[in-house]
Every structure is written in C-alpha cells, then in structure tokens.
C-alpha cells in the first residue's frame, strides 16, 4: 500500500524559501502525477501544483512566480520549493498522488493517496 | 479561472440522506470527484470520475454530475460521516477545488 510522507521544516521566516519533501513508499514513484496542497488553519483546500515524473509540471496560476517542484526518481521522493514567503503562505501542506486521463473526450483529474500534511509556519 | 461553488454547509439526521452539492459552469462537461476530511485529518477520496467509489468507500457514498451541478449522496447517513467535503475537477492545466462543505450529522 502506497504511503507518503511529508518532511521539512516547521517554521521559515518571511522573505526565505520553504523546502518540503514527500517520500513515497510501498510503490512506484513512476508513471503518477505528485501533487502538492495546502491548508491555512481553518479554511479549504489549496492546489499548489504538480509534477509528473517525467518532470512536466503544472502550478497554481497566482503561486506560480514563486514555485519550484522537482523529482527524484532514485530515491523516491518529490520536493516542493516554496520562495519569498509571508504570513499568508502558513498551512499544512500535503503530498498527493494524481492519476489522469480521458475518457469519452473529456479529463479527468484526481488524487487517490495523500500524506499526513506537514506544518509550516512563517514567522520571524 | 474556473470556480467551483459549494454550500458552507449541510445538516442531516441519522438514518437519511444527505446531498452536498457542487456548482460550477458547465460541470458536467468536466469530471468531478470528491474528498472527505474528518477534523485533523488528511482528506481521503471518496467518489472519483463523477460516480465511481474507490476500494474500502462504503457503498452509501454515491456521485452525479449533469449540467451545472455535480452532487455527492450519502445515503442513511452515519455518525462518522459528519466531515468536511470538497469536490474537485480539472481545468485546462489546473486542479481546482470548491470551498468546502461542513456536513454535521444532528
């Protein structure tokens, strides 16, 4: 059974870079989209973007300036990259995995597996 | 951009039904799924692809989406349903999701 696992750290001061990492285990990083979401306290659900492990991305249009996702294919991991945060970047971000396809003509997009989120909170 | 559009929230009683719905221009034309997520924990996927249930999703979660209006049904509601809901779809290049949906379980 698939599991994933976010890691980095839980506190990065405004104006820096926030680093995570989704480890995958129990399968394949191959062949799957790796989505990243996040969740300020109390509110919904926010698509960063995601990662296709051929290394094609798609980002969130108003976070886009500000986003790098990459992966690692040998140690089965996905990292997000997150630059010049504030206050308003604070929430658990999670790890998901997308499938994707089409079916009579039209997409479909969805997220089968998702980490346990990590914490992140941006203060000085 | 496109949006997608979903009560704050729904009541229902134990035992009956509850529908939560999901708006969006022309959504029909797009596939629709949705996630559940209990207080403090990770959503988890339980309709995808309009209607079709993942393994281990019991059978009264159930999904439609014509027109306008994807809804998710859940039939002789439990206890354990009460959760937040967000429905999902694709579009163009971009994952969106609707602003949630607090069902509380009265």
């Known amino acids: ?124 | 951009s496109y949006e997608l559009t979903q009560p704050p929230s729904v009541s229902v009683s134990p035992g009956q039904t509850a529908s939560i719905t999901c708006s969006g221009d022309k959504l029909g034309e797009r596939y629709t799924c949705w996630y559940q997520q209990r207080p403090g924990q990770s959503p988890v996927m339980v309709i995808y692809q309009d209607n079709k249930r993942p393994s281990g999703i019991p059978e009264r979660f159930s999904g439609s989406n014509s027109g306008n209006t994807a809804t998710l049904t859940i039939s002789g509601t439990q206890a354990m349903d009460e959760a937040d809901y967000y429905c999902q779809a694709w579009d163009s290049t971009s994952v969106v999701f609707g602003g949630g949906t607090k069902l509380t379980v009265l």
Request: some cysteine; proline content about 3%.
């Open chain 1, 1 to 124: 059974q698939v599991q994933l696992q976010e890691s980095g750290p839980g506190l990065v001061k405004p104006s820096e870079t926030l680093s995570l990492t989704c480890t995958v285990s129990g399968g394949s990083i191959s062949s799957h989209y790796w989505s990243w979401i996040r969740q300020p306290a109390g509110k919904g659900l926010e698509w960063i973007g995601h990662i296709y492990t051929s290394g094609n991305s798609n980002y969130n249009p108003s976070l886009k300036s500000r986003i790098t996702m990459s992966v690692d294919t040998s140690k089965n991991q996905i990292s997000l990259k997150l630059s010049s945060v504030t206050a308003a970047d604070t929430a658990v971000y999670y790890c998901a995995r997308g499938n994707s396809g089409s079916y009579n003509r039209w997409v479909y997009f969805y997220m089968d597996v998702w980490g346990k989120g990590s914490t992140v909170t941006v203060s000085s």
